[in-house]
Structures are given as structure tokens and as C-alpha cells.
């Protein structure tokens, strides 16, 4: 069965400092991956999402980055974060052409952001 | 494009009473639709979710959600709600073809009284 995984799971940042947080897919090939940041009592806001290794759209213009290094392997990052940054982000998966789940998406556990 | 609306931010409701939720959504195109439940600091667990067929979709925990074109609607609906069903819920919609990215509404956030 298909599995995803996100870590950290919390994560205290101070303000100018890098950021890397990190999702994995098991268990599928070729998925399509999605980015997603939650902030407090907000909705879901997309980010990236990527169709294949190498492939990143970016959603909205903002100081995050998104990388594909690998096909199940999505990687969000930032040079120097900044307080709006804070909130819980979110990876999830699709499946990919001729995939059974190609029409829902699947969400990670989430990693809690916070930035000081 | 697409938008939704989740009109109610908050929802609170007595254990063991019936609950909507309402979803409204705006597209030119053929859409999916999803309702998505989130308990506190965890990610999104999929409820049902309508793709074609059956306008009365039924999903886990006793939910289910009633797609109606006319009206742009795809209300949430439990007969009788547990104090376990507390949560945030979300709608979501997305196009049939493409990246099938998702677009989702604020979220309705339920809470079950004793």
C-alpha cells in the first residue's frame, strides 16, 4: 500500500534562518506531488506541484522554493525565512496516468512550522 | 477558474443530532468534488469524494454528500453526530483533466456538544 511521509514534524525556526522540510512517497511511481501551507484558521493554499522528477510549478511568487531530486522525493526550502512563514505544511500525492488513484489526492501528516 | 465556498467557518452541533455542511463552488469546466476531515496537527483524510454516476455520494463514518449542478452545491450531511466527528472539514474541487490541482474552501470547523 501506498504510504507518505513528511518530517519534521515540528519545527521552530528564528526568523532569516533555512529552511528544509522534506516528503517521501512509498509504495507508487510517478506521483504527482503538491506542496500545500495551512495557516492559522485559514484554508489550504497550494504552493508547488510537480509532475515528474525535476518538474516544479510554483503556485504562488513567494521566498520558497520547491525541488524534485528524485520521484518520490519532494523537498521544500527557503534561504531565509521570514514570520508569515509560519503555519503547517502539507505534501501530498496523486497517482500518475493509468493509476487508479490519478483522481484524489493524499495528504501527508504534516509538518508545524514556526518562525520567531 | 474555480472557487469554493465553505459558508459556515464554525458549526457547533449536540452529540447524536444531524449536521450539514454546506459547499458551494464556481467552475466553467467539469469538476471533481472532495470533502476532506482534519483533526487537530494531523493532515487531510479523504470523507467521499464525486467523480461521475450517483449524485448522492456515500463515504466513511457514516457521512454523505449530494452533487447538485443546478445549484453548484455538494453539501456535507451526518444523521447523527459522535463527539469523535469534532474537526475541521474541508471541500475541495478540482478539474477532471490535467494537474487536477484542488482548489479548496476555508474550511468549516465542527464541534460536537455532549
Known amino acids: 500500500s501506498q504510504t507518505i511521509h513528511q518530517w519534521p514534524a515540528t519545527l521552530v525556526q528564528p526568523v532569516g534562518s533555512p529552511l528544509s522540510l522534506e516528503c517521501t512517497v512509498e509504495g507508487t511511481s510517478n506521483p504527482n506531488l503538491y506542496w500545500y501551507r495551512q495557516a492559522a484558521g485559514r484554508g489550504l493554499q497550494l504552493l508547488f506541484y510537480?509532475?515528474?522528477?525535476?518538474?516544479i510549478s510554483s503556485e504562488v511568487p513567494q521566498n520558497l522554493s520547491a525541488s524534485r531530486p528524485q520521484d518520490r522525493q519532494f523537498i521544500l526550502s527557503s534561504k531565509k525565512l521570514l514570520l508569515s512563514d509560519s503555519g503547517f505544511y502539507l505534501c501530498?500525492?496523486?497517482?500518475?496516468?493509468?493509476?487508479?488513484?490519478?483522481?484524489?489526492?493524499?495528504f501527508g501528516p504534516g509538518t508545524r512550522l514556526t518562525v520567531l | 477558474a474555480q472557487s469554493v465556498t465553505q459558508l459556515d467557518s464554525q458549526v457547533p452541533v449536540f452529540e447524536e443530532a444531524p449536521v450539514e455542511l454546506r459547499c458551494n463552488y464556481s467552475?466553467?469546466?467539469?469538476?471533481?468534488l472532495f470533502w476532506y476531515v482534519q483533526y487537530p496537527n494531523q493532515g487531510l483524510q479523504l470523507l467521499l469524494k464525486y467523480l461521475s454516476g450517483s449524485t448522492l455520494v456515500k463515504g466513511i463514518n457514516g457521512f454523505e454528500a449530494e452533487f447538485n449542478k443546478s445549484q453548484t452545491s455538494f453539501h456535507l450531511r451526518k444523521p447523527s453526530v459522535h463527539i469523535s466527528d469534532t474537526a475541521e472539514y474541508f471541500c475541495?474541487?478540482?478539474?477532471?483533466?490535467?494537474?487536477?490541482?484542488?482548489?479548496f474552501g476555508t474550511g468549516t470547523r465542527l464541534k460536537v456538544l455532549a
Open positions: 510537480s509532475v515528474g522528477i525535476g518538474q
Open positions: 467552475s466553467s469546466v467539469s469538476v471533481y
Open positions: 475541495a474541487v478540482s478539474r477532471t483533466s490535467g494537474t487536477y490541482k484542488y482548489i
Open positions: 501530498a500525492w496523486r497517482g500518475g496516468r493509468g493509476d487508479p488513484a490519478v483522481n484524489e489526492q493524499f
